[in-house]
Structures are given as C-alpha cells and as structure tokens.
C-alpha cells in the first residue's frame, strides 16, 4: 500500500523493474511469508546431510555399516540391509562409542530421523 491506496503494477512492470541487464535475464527474489527474502543454497533443510563426511565403513558382512561425522561432531550411521533395506541412527556426540555399538543401536526411517 502506498498513502493508503493498493499499489498494483502491470506484468510489464514487474518485468521492466526485475530485468538484469548485466545477466540479461530476469532477477527473481524468494520471500518468505515472514517477508524476508530466502536463499533455497543456505536454508537449514536444504539437505540434511550435505554437511556430513563419510567416517567409518564396515562391508565385510550384510548389514553393511557406513558412518558419517560433520564438523561439529555430529553423526549418523547408514545401516543397509540388503533384505529390509536402508535405516539411519544419529547423535550429537560420542561417534567412536556409538560406531563400535553400530549393530545395537536402534535405527529409524530417513525422516523420522531427520
């Protein structure tokens, strides 16, 4: 609203006013509904484990193990059963104890445990 009165600008307006000439393409924002503009690259569930890096391997007999450590000393382990397929365990801490204890611990589906 601008001076109390709906503000509406034409397609062609919004076209002209969002064009980059530089690029040559059209610039386009994401906001939010808190009116704040996104970035899809750097927003938290993006990937939940894009920030993971692989610690550990253990495919010497099925279920095969796969461990992944993150800068902070989070973790997650991938149990893959060639039967009942691919489960996930995570934690905040203690990744060695927890690798060592991989076959006992409990595993859960990708977004339950993400």
């Keep these: 609203m601008l001076n109390g009165d709906p503000v ?3 397609s062609q307006e919004m076209n002209n006013s969002s ?5 040559g393409l059209n610039a386009v924002e994401i906001v939010g509904a ?11 569930k993006q990937d939940p484990i894009a920030s993971y890096k692989g610690a550990g391997m253990d495919t010497a007999a099925n279920p095969y193990y796969f461990g992944y450590l993150d800068i ?9 059963d ?12 203690s990744y060695a104890t927890n690798w060592t204890n991989r076959a006992s611990l409990t595993y859960g ?5 993400f």
């Design 109 to 113: 589906e990708f977004n339950d445990i």
């Design 8 to 10: 509406k600008f034409t």
């Design 82 to 93: 060639t039967t009942s397929g691919t489960t996930y365990v995570k934690g905040a801490s």
């Design 34 to 44: 808190d009116g704040l503009v996104k970035n899809p690259a750097t927003e938290a």
């Design 72 to 80: 902070d000393g989070n973790w997650y382990i991938k149990k893959l």
């Design 19 to 23: 064009f980059d000439e530089t690029l």
